[in-house]
C-alpha cells in the first residue's frame, strides 16, 4: 500500500485537498476548549486555502468551491476550460436547512 508521505506529488495533493476540505466544513472557525483564539495549524491551513482560491479565481473569475463550476451555455466547454471541479452528492442527498450556513446568521 502506497501512502501521500512516500510521494512527493501525493503529499502536495493531500494538503491542497485537506484545505479545501478544512475550509467546507467550517472547521477554520473552530477554537481549542478553552482557548481564546484559533490554533496556529487552524490559521495556517486557512491561509492555504485562501492562496489556492485566491489562484484559481484568476482562472475561474466568481468561482463558488461550494457548487459545480458552470459549463457556461456550451457542454463544450467541460474541455476547453482550464479549471472545472465537482460537488459529488449521494443518491440520497438531503439537506438540512436547520445545518445551512444561511441559518447560522440568523
Not at 501525493?10 to 477554537?31: P, Y
Not at 482562472?59 to 474541455?79: A, C, F, K
Amino acid at each position: 500500500m502506497r501512502v501521500s508521505h512516500d510521494h512527493a506529488v501525493l503529499q502536495c495533493l493531500d494538503v491542497v485537498l485537506g484545505a479545501m476540505q478544512f475550509r467546507l466544513n467550517n472547521k477554520h472557525k473552530e477554537k481549542p476548549d478553552g482557548a481564546r483564539c484559533r490554533a496556529k495549524r487552524t490559521i495556517a491551513k486557512e491561509k492555504l486555502y485562501l492562496h489556492i482560491y485566491q489562484r484559481i479565481s484568476k482562472i475561474y473569475p466568481r468561482l463558488n468551491v461550494g457548487v459545480s463550476t458552470s459549463i457556461r451555455g456550451d457542454t463544450t466547454n467541460r474541455w476547453h476550460h482550464p479549471y472545472r471541479h465537482w460537488l459529488f452528492k449521494p443518491e440520497d442527498f438531503s439537506i438540512d436547512p436547520s445545518k445551512t450556513k444561511s441559518s447560522l446568521k440568523n
